[in-house]
């Protein structure tokens, strides 16, 4: 398995924008399926984003066209820049990496706080 560290949340006031990084320990993040998910009090925990080794994205529809997941493999990163942030974005994000292999890795999860 991999280490996760992530960093960039915090509280923006509705319309604003926030970009979350996370950060691969090792030399496999070339072959990574890498994901953002997110969970809401009293709510199961739902895929954000992601994007496979080859630069392929999927999102969750209430987030297409506002956030954008994107890779670095020079810096073993990967991030989502979510803008015209909503309430309802409101969240513990974590990131995920899943190897072709099956195996899966989680951050440690970073609070994202949508309020005026």
């Known amino acids: 398995q991999v280490q996760l560290v992530e960093s960039g949340g915090g509280l923006v006031q509705p319309g604003g924008s926030l970009r979350l990084s996370c950060t691969v320990s090792?030399?496999?993040?070339?072959?990574?399926?890498m994901g953002w998910y997110r969970q809401a009090p009293g709510k199961q925990r739902e895929l954000v984003a992601d994007i496979r080794p080859a630069g392929t994205t999927n999102y969750l529809a209430s987030v297409k066209g506002r956030f954008t997941i994107s890779r670095d493999a020079a810096k073993n990163t990967v991030y989502l820049q979510m803008n015209i942030l909503e309430p309802e974005d409101t969240a513990v994000y974590y990131c995920?990496?899943?190897?072709?292999?099956?195996?899966?890795?989680w951050g440690q999860g970073i609070q994202v706080t949508v309020s005026s």
């Open positions: 995920n990496a899943l190897s072709p292999f099956g195996s899966s890795s």
């Open positions: 090792g030399s496999i993040f070339s072959i990574l399926t």
